[in-house]
């Protein structure tokens, strides 16, 4: 076990926590949007930023999703340092993606009302946290989606843009956003909850144990529906 200090709380944390399991741990709150326990770090919003003191190094900003927690360190999650450079990037999150539920209620929590940045194009909502991508591959194990392209052209899609043949539809995508950009819609599988697994191509879910038609069987899976419904 290791002891650190989080907003002048002694704190005591498991060895190779990071800071941010260790605030949570504690009711300490640290605000982030590509975060999930399930999943590996990626420290992509950056909003989990806080302030890291020990002896070696004096006071920096790092990562809290990722940076390991360390015995004797001081951790600082709103000095002014931390919230100027949160702001910055709440205003540079609302001039992206302006209309997105999470990103407006963490600009209110921040005091921020408008972004100082033009946004580059129409508003979206897809922050690029990355979590639909990472919980597919290493949740799903499918890898369905990643993240392609760089800059202001880094997008979500199924790899060189064509459409995946190894989706199985369990949405788990959509699950963990957390803004809404990817629908149960978007995705485009249903489900299969029928006792027909041997009559279609159809894969378990790998997290629930549910099975899901692949793609090459949903039109075949549509016309029978179709069938079915009473004239």
């Not at 709440?90 to 539920?101: Q, S, T, Y």
């Not at 597919?136 to 060189?160: D, T, Y």
Request: charged share 25%; with cysteine; proline share 6%.
């Amino acid at each position: 076990m290791i002891t650190l200090t989080i907003d002048d709380q002694k704190v005591v944390a498991e060895e190779g926590m990071t800071i941010l399991e260790a605030a949570r741990e504690h009711g300490i709150y640290i605000p982030t949007l590509c975060y999930h326990e399930a999943l590996k770090p990626y420290g992509a919003c950056r909003l989990c930023i806080v302030e890291f003191a020990d002896e070696r190094r004096g006071a920096r900003l790092v990562s809290s999703c990722s940076f390991p927690a360390q015995d004797g360190a001081v951790i600082r999650t709103n000095s002014p340092l931390v919230l100027e450079a949160r702001r910055m990037i709440i205003e540079l999150l609302l001039a992206d993606c302006p209309d997105v539920k999470a990103v407006r209620e963490l600009a209110d929590e921040l005091g921020v009302e408008k972004s100082q940045f033009e946004p580059e194009g129409e508003g979206n909502d897809c922050i690029l946290c990355g979590l639909c991508v990472r919980a597919c591959q290493e949740i799903v194990g499918v890898s369905a989606i990643s993240l392609i392209n760089r800059g202001i052209e880094k997008k979500v899609k199924p790899p060189f843009e064509i459409a995946s043949s190894v989706c199985i539809g369990c949405g788990t995508c959509v699950f963990v956003c957390p803004t809404g950009a990817i629908t149960l819609e978007d995705i485009g599988r249903p489900r299969l909850a029928h006792e027909w697994h041997s009559e279609f191509q159809a894969r378990p879910c790998r997290v629930c144990g549910d099975h899901y038609l692949v793609p090459e069987s949903v039109s075949d899976y549509q016309e029978l529906l179709a069938e079915e419904e009473p004239s």
